[in-house]
């Protein structure tokens, strides 16, 4: 398994921006990399995923066109670029990874299909 420490979470105002990131403590090249995130009293949701190599991406409806995924191989990082912000967006939000050097389908949206998590970072929107 893989160390992931996620960062940037903080209280932001409606329509704004936030970039979290998440650092691992090792190469992650060959894996797949997710944002999920759970707000309280509900279930984790899918929020992004992004290939190993960069060149495939995939959202949840609810954030496609404001959130965008990308990554670092050089730098062991994966970021989230959460733009035009809603109370809706307001959760826990947590990085995994899945290795996945094949390239090989898989559930991303399956919390289960990862097998390294961090601890998350909080996001509050405050309307």
């Known amino acids: 398994q893989v160390h992931l420490v996620e960062s940037g979470g903080e209280l932001v105002q409606v329509g704004g921006s936030l970039r979290l990131s998440c650092t691992a403590s090792e190469r992650i090249s060959e894996h797949a990399l997710a944002w999920l995130r759970q707000a309280p009293g509900k279930e984790r949701e899918f929020v992004a995923v992004i290939n190993w190599r960069g060149s495939i991406r995939d959202y949840a409806d609810s954030v496609k066109g404001r959130f965008t995924i990308s990554r670092d191989n050089a730098k062991n990082t994966v970021f989230l670029q959460m733009d035009s912000l809603k109370p809706s967006d307001t959760a826990v939000y947590s990085c995994?990874?899945?290795?996945?050097?094949?390239?090989?389908?898989?559930?991303?949206?399956?919390?289960?299909?990862?097998?390294?998590w961090g601890r998350g970072t909080q996001v509050i929107v405050s309307s």
């Open positions: 995994a990874a899945h290795r996945n050097p094949f390239g090989e389908r898989f559930n991303s949206a399956d919390g289960q299909a990862y097998e390294s």
